[in-house]
């Protein structure tokens, strides 16, 4: 029974998702709001693999979302025109930072892997903002943009075409959500949420932790790559606010609001941060601190997130 | 031979010495009790021996292997399991769920992505068994933190099994528990001491239990052997009533 709803709940999910050019423009929005809908998505959604799945809060996501934004950007720039490249370098170069610095924290708990991941994200962050002659310091990385996709028989024009760069964004979600629910569904996602669970009873499970905590940094990092290329290619410009740990502190907030012990909820809580944003930006320069106050009333009143609380009225009704 | 061998073993947190020099030897195939007043080193000597942490100094082989520095996940793998004085299971998860972690740990799945249909049939089957075994089939789909503390421990006790331990160590496993569920404990743990030639280390504070099960009994008081043998003699030892018996009584 339960199942059968989460089907319908899927469904109802990818049909708004893939249907959403459409009726955005009816709904107050438009196209390209929606490809950064569904970018903020992939990246709380990759953050909770990590924070809702494991069990461990990581304060330093952007980190790896810039390296994805600027590894498209200057391969695209400096070194090979291809959008194709620009994402898997910029995926590259996040997921093997994510590694080195996984392996490094992979000991550290609750408060202090939270600040060390700051930490670690401020120092990528500094180098996007001096490093002017590479990076563009602190004006960000700009003089390039997004090339169509060459399929060999044909091209997809994802520059001039908002719908089509809307579809290239999504089919990356959808890819990137389906291998993390089928990861969570595994036996490697069970030992995950083991460790979430009570960390003493897994390690004693023979369950070793730090390397499975190390792994789940991985993969969860590696999706907030594809994130950050996707969202440099968006806007055809690399910001060093990409890396800054305010946009780290952005992704929990997506996570918590939606509902971090939810699959979907990063989905939501992004949907809502960005539409929020877009609309609230317009009336004042201080939309952070509305977005601050909403964020709050969520965790008092609805603990478990805004998708949390819609499941748990359903259970009890 | 003895399957467990602890050689003179100490564990000192800053100026406290928990274990001072406790030696014990565990033959395959027997159940032995630890017992002691509160403080007396017992919980510390398990962390030891199921390498929570390691000794200050002193010297454990398992099977005749070293096994003084190993980090926990190896000494299960080569079977030594546990369960914890306050019960640690996974609280959200369900029965089966509980169960099905352990299981797959144990089979060497953990880093499996996906898992063919034979060896999630033979998963399925092992946390069944393991259902039976634990009485717990009624409850399999119910989340654990629901259920009452006995229904817990055995998930935990059978969470442990699940590893396919060759020694089990159980940390006061009828702690908390009424006289019932006391009994279907006890009741479980001997099956599994004697139908299953499982080796096994309680601590226990409940008399009863103890001399219904043990086949020997070691006594800690202030971190130190104090005595040990069969319950017989462990009875009728003039210091440990004094030590203990007589505290108890």
């Not at chain 2, 629901?146 to 935990?156: N, S």
């Amino acid at each position: 029974m339960k199942a059968l709803a989460g089907r319908y709940v899927d469904l109802a999910i990818w049909l708004g998702l893939a249907t959403l050019p459409y009726w955005i423009g009816a709904a107050g929005g438009y196209t390209s709001l929606g490809t950064r809908v569904v970018v903020m998505a992939l990246a709380a959604t990759a953050l909770n693999f990590l924070l809702g799945f494991t069990g461990v809060l990581s304060f330093g996501h952007a980190a790896y979302f810039g390296l994805g934004a600027y590894g498209a950007g200057m391969t695209i720039k400096y070194l090979v025109p291809s959008t194709g490249l620009g994402i898997l370098v910029g995926v590259a170069a996040g997921t093997a930072a994510a590694a080195i610095v996984g392996a490094l924290i992979a000991r550290l708990r609750g408060v202090y892997f939270a600040m060390v991941t700051i930490a670690f994200g401020q120092v990528f962050y500094f180098i996007a903002f001096r490093w002017n002659a590479v990076t563009g310091g602190d004006d960000g990385l700009s003089g390039w943009r997004r090339l169509p996709i060459d399929l060999g028989f044909g091209s997809i024009d994802i520059l001039g075409n908002d719908q089509a760069f809307y579809y290239l964004t999504l089919a990356g979600f959808a890819v990137a959500v389906a291998v993390m629910a089928a990861l969570l569904r595994s036996p490697f996602g069970r030992s995950l949420l083991a460790i979430r669970e009570n960390e003493r009873r897994a390690r004693f499970l023979g369950i070793p932790v730090e390397q499975h905590i190390w792994l789940s940094f991985v993969v969860s990092c590696f999706f907030v790559s594809l994130a950050g290329a996707l969202y440099a290619l968006l806007n055809n410009f690399a910001d060093p606010h990409d890396l800054r740990w305010d946009q780290s502190g952005d992704f929990v907030i997506m996570a918590v609001l939606g509902g971090m012990r939810t699959f979907w909820g990063p989905l939501v809580g992004a949907a809502i941060f960005v539409v929020l944003q877009d609309y609230l930006s317009t009336l004042t320069d201080n939309w952070m601190s509305l977005i601050g106050v909403f964020f709050i009333l969520v965790v008092m009143f609805f603990p478990r997130g805004v998708l949390g609380m819609l499941r748990r009225r359903k259970a009890t009704s | 031979m003895s399957l467990l061998q602890v050689d003179n073993v100490s564990r000192q947190f800053g100026s406290l010495v928990a274990v001072q020099g406790v030696s014990m030897s565990v033959a395959a195939g027997e159940l032995r009790a630890v017992i002691g007043p509160n403080g007396a080193g017992k919980t510390t000597l398990f962390n030891l021996i199921s390498g929570f942490f390691p000794p200050t100094s002193g010297r454990m082989t398992f099977d005749g292997r070293d096994v003084t520095r190993l980090p926990p996940h190896r000494r299960v793998a080569i079977g030594i399991a546990r369960t914890f004085q306050i019960t640690e299971v996974f609280p959200d998860l369900t029965v089966a769920e509980n169960l099905r972690i352990a299981v797959e740990a144990a089979a060497g799945y953990r880093l499996r992505p996906w898992l063919s249909q034979r060896a999630a049939r033979e998963v399925r089957d092992r946390v069944d068994a393991l259902l039976e075994l634990g009485s717990l089939g009624a409850k399999a789909d119910r989340p654990i933190a629901e259920l009452p503390h006995g229904d817990q421990r055995a998930t935990e006790i059978m969470m442990a099994l699940a590893l396919r331990p060759r020694l089990l160590l159980l940390d006061e496993p009828t702690a908390g528990m009424g006289d019932q569920e006391t009994y279907d404990i006890t009741r479980l743990v001997r099956r599994l001491h004697q139908d299953r030639e499982l080796s096994i280390v309680l601590i226990e504070h409940d008399m009863r239990v103890i001399f219904h099960l043990a086949d020997r009994i070691l006594v800690l008081a202030e971190g130190k052997v104090l005595a040990e043998g069969t319950p017989a003699e462990i009875a009728a030892d003039e210091r440990v009533q004094a030590a203990y018996l007589g505290k108890a009584a």
